[in-house]
């Protein structure tokens, strides 16, 4: 487990991240007419079980929801089904970089990035 200053602080700082994070999924999920359903104490779960991004293999930071601080470590809660919401099941907590990388790319977007970049130069 990394040995950042929100996992120190025994969980408070985790606990309030979780909380900072479910206000804004709750927010996202409305405005998009889908559930929320996951609470706070699973997305402590959750962040104390992913220490490194598992699309990346980097460390994460748990840190801000936003603002200027945000890094490419940093944590970051996506749907794995964009169409079913924000539940326990279908998130995951990924790298900052990671979900820019995924934003809007589609597969056949990224296999052709990786076909151009392993071309002869």
Known sequence: MADTPERKQGGDA????????VRLLQQRAKARGLPCTLQPAELVSMLRETTVCPVLGIALQPGRVRGPHIVDATTTIVML??????????VAVISHRANRLLADATLAE?????????RPH
Do not use: E, F, H, S
């Open 110 to 118: 990224m296999q052709a990035i990786v076909k151009w970049m392993k």
């Open 14 to 21: 985790l606990a309030t991240l979780a909380r900072d994070y």
């Open 81 to 90: 089904d964009p169409g079913q919401g924000y539940t326990r099941d279908n």
